[in-house]
């Protein structure tokens, strides 16, 4: 019987949480304090934090705004690129490398200082996102989930008569997939500075088991952003890094010119954001400890422009420029509206600030409302 998208996606979250289960079996020390650093995919202010476009962004406004220290104007002066822009928020410098992933960020990121001054093992840094720009080369020493690159291979190479599983079933690329991450995973975008896994099939199975209600029922992901949060949801569930970037890129449908789906990304990030906030508060461990900062990457060109407005995001404007954070949780002590312009760089020495260590090439400045 062929596989439905739902269980498609249903099947890489298997698939990949059996990986991230042995990747945790020699968990390293606990740390005092998390951070979860959400990225969004391109959102103009006119789809979400303005009069008409807050009906997009319900969740943002209504629940995670009230407790949050939020900063309306955060400026993008960089690249607008994906892996540019997440570079820049990574390390605190603007970065002007490829574009596409294929070099790495030309100053050293929060993981890079996290893991030489606190010493965090390999098992405490973790970037998941459907974004294929975001290849392992965001951070070396990083573990980078990129799992609908997975699916995307494991599909191509049954469909291609390129292993001999040769049907579209639910095993068959249950079993492709599982191949893929024992013997490829580089290739598809994964870095996994460990040695990779699949040594305990007790412990395998065991999560095979523990999962599989979820994968089958009513609330499987059907999305690459909802596939994205489930495995991050994983990660800090079984793991509880220090550190874990996720990006939600659904609303890039954008760049094939459908706005309603692109409108549709937006509601579904915003929906995931809440989630992440709800998953964190709900368990006592990470609400005491974890900060949740969430970022746009960048806006959208204006409507009218050359670039087919919210097609691209390639214009010096500000519509494509002007962006907006939001922080909750253990490093809010008061949640306020910080009406100031900020820059993405200000964040990255921000966040090393308050969990503890310093970030040494940063040119941004430590915003005094995050508390250290």
Same mark, same amino acid.
């Given at each position: 019987?062929?596989?439905?998208? @739902? ?17 945790? =079996?020699?968990?390293? !020390?606990?740390?005092?304090?998390? /951070? ?16 008409e476009g807050v009906a997009n962004i319900p969740h943002l406004v209504n629940d995670l705004f009230p407790q949050s220290l939020f900063y309306p104007f955060t ?60 290849? =392992? ?16 291979? =494991? ?9 001999? #599983? ?28 460990? !040695?990779?896994? +699949? ?10 088991? !523990? ?26 569930? #079984?793991l509880a890094p220090a550190m874990l970037m996720l990006n939600f890129s659904d609303m890039e449908v954008a760049h094939s010119g459908s706005y309603s789906l692109?409108?549709?990304?937006? #509601? @579904? ?22 900060? /949740? ?16 407005? +919210? ?28 009406? #100031? ?10 966040? =090393? ?20």
């Amino acid at each position: 019987m062929l596989v439905s998208r @739902r269980k498609l996606v249903g099947l890489v979250s298997l698939a990949v949480a059996q990986k991230i289960l042995s990747a945790g =079996a020699s968990r390293s !020390a606990s740390v005092s304090k998390r /951070l979860v650093l959400i990225t969004t995919g391109g959102i103009r202010r006119q789809e979400s934090f303005s009069q008409e476009g807050v009906a997009n962004i319900p969740h943002l406004v209504n629940d995670l705004f009230p407790q949050s220290l939020f900063y309306p104007f955060t400026v993008n002066e960089g690249v607008t690129s994906h892996f540019n822009t997440i570079s820049s928020m990574l390390t605190g410098v603007w970065q002007h490398v490829d574009d596409w992933g294929s070099q790495q960020p030309a100053s050293p990121t929060l993981f890079h200082y996290l893991q030489r001054q606190l010493h965090a093992d390999a098992d405490q840094t973790w970037v998941v996102t459907s974004n294929k720009q975001l290849t =392992a080369n965001i951070s070396p020493g990083v573990n980078v989930i990129l799992s609908k690159q997975l699916m995307v291979e =494991a599909v191509e190479r049954i469909i291609k008569g390129q292993t001999l #599983r040769t049907r579209l079933e639910r095993e068959q690329i249950l079993q492709e997939m599982t191949a893929v991450l024992e013997t490829d995973y580089e290739r598809v975008g994964f870095g996994v500075p460990s !040695a990779s896994a +699949f040594q305990n099939p007790e412990v395998k199975q065991t999560f095979v088991a !523990a999962l599989a209600n979820f994968i089958h029922g009513p609330n499987a992901p059907t999305s690459g952003d909802e596939l994205t949060f489930m495995i991050a949801r994983e990660v800090l569930q #079984r793991l509880a890094p220090a550190m874990l970037m996720l990006n939600f890129s659904d609303m890039e449908v954008a760049h094939s010119g459908s706005y309603s789906l692109h409108l549709a990304g937006i #509601r @579904r990030a915003d929906e995931l954001c809440h989630r992440m906030w709800q998953f964190i508060q709900s368990n006592p461990e990470l609400s005491a400890t974890t900060s /949740l900062v969430i970022m746009d990457e960048f806006g959208r060109d204006p409507d009218g422009s050359g670039t087919n407005g +919210f097609f691209n995001h390639r214009t010096d404007t500000e519509c494509c420029r002007m962006t907006w954070s939001m922080v909750l949780g253990a490093s809010v002590k008061k949640p306020q509206l910080v009406e #100031r312009v900020v820059r993405q760089v200000d964040m990255a020495p921000s966040i =090393a600030n308050w969990m503890g260590f310093e970030c040494e090439n940063s040119m941004g400045s430590v915003l005094p409302e995050f508390h250290g």
